[in-house]
T-cell receptor, first 111, second 114 residues
Framework: KAGVTQTPRYLIKTRGQQVTLSCSPISGHRSVSWYQQTPGQGLQFLFE???????NKGNFPGRFSGRQFSNSRSEMNVSTLELGDSALYLCAGGPSADTQYFGPGTRLTVL | AQSVSQHNHHVILSEAASLELGCNYS??????LFWYVQYPGQHLQLLLK??????LVKGIKGFEAEFIKSKFSFNLRKPSVQWSDTAEYFCAVPWGGSQGNLIFGKGTKLSVKP
């Protein structure tokens, strides 16, 4: 079966813009988590959703938000982009949170 | 709060050498532990996980890890590495009452020389 898909794969934005990233977990999987990966900070947890409800949120500013739809697809939004938001954004989904499958990520570059 | 430490930033080995990558977590009690691997240009993949039971856990591709509660450690091992093991390895622990909230270590980059 198809894996976790993330769109777009690459994105270039300028400071002050906003961006929306999308993640579709494997069919039937209801848990989705988002992570930010940077060379300096490594992998940091952003949010977790299960059945359209946010269960956990990481220590990121309010400019970072997310949601999950009834079909388990999830979106992440970052408003007022800053240079430091340049990162690889990873989505992970699973049938339950103890088994997560990661997507290929969206590489966001902020100029 | 929970934290995860990986002792080595970059490890360079020759093929057939033995590997041990360190991982320590800060919070005791009931703990689940994961090792993930990220091959160049590929997704993060689960290598192995520990939830309970036998503290020696076997994963894919000949990797294993040992959970030592008294040392708050979950070190990854492989008796004989191959060039194809070149990758970045991450130790992770769930936090916040949910397995979907993983705290990752900074990662260890492994380079295997043929």
């Amino acid at each position: 079966k198809a894996g976790v898909t993330q769109t777009p794969r690459y994105l270039i934005k300028t400071r002050g813009q906003q961006v929306t990233l999308s993640c579709s977990p494997i069919s039937g999987h209801r848990s989705v988590s988002w992570y930010q990966q940077t060379p300096g900070q490594g992998l940091q947890f952003l949010f977790e959703y299960f059945s359209e409800t946010q269960r956990n949120k990481g220590n990121f500013p309010g400019r970072f938000s997310g949601r999950q739809f009834s079909n388990s697809r999830s979106e992440m939004n970052v408003s007022t982009l800053e240079l430091g938001d340049s990162a690889l954004y990873l989505c992970a989904g699973g049938p339950s949170a103890d088994t997560q499958y990661f997507g290929p990520g969206t590489r966001l570059t902020v100029l | 709060a929970q934290s995860v430490s990986q002792h080595n930033h970059h490890v360079i080995l020759s093929e057939a050498a033995s590997l041990e990558l360190g991982c320590n977590y800060s919070y005791g009690g009931t703990v689940n532990l994961f090792w993930y691997v990220q091959y160049p240009g590929q997704h993060l993949q689960l290598l192995l996980k520990y939830f309970s039971g036998d503290p020696l856990v076997k994963g894919i591709k000949g990797f294993e890890a040992e959970f030592i509660k008294s040392k708050f450690s979950f070190n990854l091992r492989k008796p004989s590495v191959q060039w194809s093991d070149t990758a970045e390895y991450f130790c992770a622990v769930p936090w916040g009452g949910s397995q979907g909230n993983l705290i990752f270590g900074k990662g260890t980059k492994l380079s295997v020389k043929p």
